[in-house]
């Protein structure tokens, strides 16, 4: 089975379980926080020759200090980072210029964790009700709602994690899991 993309381009990929920057793989289970920084530059050098040019409007070089100080000053843009929280503390991840493909990483990430949250609230209640669980008992421990807890019950039925029957008394759909056996 093939492990689920959550964004995958600029050297950063979000899986089902990891996050993976240029070559380095952190996996979600220690990732406790994510957020994008904002760097804004530092436009005193810029504003400081825009200074010169305007001391030294009466000589032709003033003109031109003036001009490309107003120029760098155009041209200096904010870069964002991509920050993760981890139990070792934050670490800024990745840098860009384009605050929305930050942003579009971040919310992968927050998806792809929310996604292992939720698989690991639904492995502690198949233990704890013996590996039957119906559509509202699936809802109820993973926050979901009915409809989204029975695809996501279906999707362990595809998967072979559990097989699934409708009780003749109830007429309600059961979900059983096996244990799967190590290769």
Not at 74 to 101: D, H, I
Not at 125 to 150: Q, W
Request: net charge positive; glycine share 6%; aromatic share 6%.
């Amino acid at each position: 089975m093939a492990e689920q993309v959550y964004f995958d381009g600029k050297g950063v990929r979000v899986t089902a379980s990891q996050l993976i920057v240029d070559d380095t793989v952190y996996p979600l289970s220690k990732i406790r926080g994510v957020e994008v920084e904002v760097e804004n530059p530092n436009r005193m050098q810029p504003l400081l020759c825009i200074f010169a040019g305007v001391l030294l409007l009466i000589v032709v070089v003033g003109i031109i200090i003036l001009v490309i100080g107003i120029r760098w000053w155009m041209s200096q843009e904010p870069v964002y980072w991509l920050v993760v929280q981890t139990e070792t503390g934050r670490k800024r991840v990745k840098r860009s210029r384009n605050g929305q493909a930050i942003e579009s990483m971040k919310s992968a990430v927050l998806a792809a964790i929310r996604q292992l949250q939720i698989m690991a609230r639904l492995i502690q209640a198949v233990k704890e009700r013996e590996g039957v669980l119906t559509v509202p008992d699936a809802a109820a421990v993973t926050g979901l709602s009915n409809s989204d807890a029975h695809v996501l019950l279906d999707q362990c039925v595809e998967n072979g994690f559990a097989t699934r029957y409708t009780d003749p008394r109830s007429h309600g759909i059961i979900y059983t899991f096996t244990k799967r056996r190590s290769s």
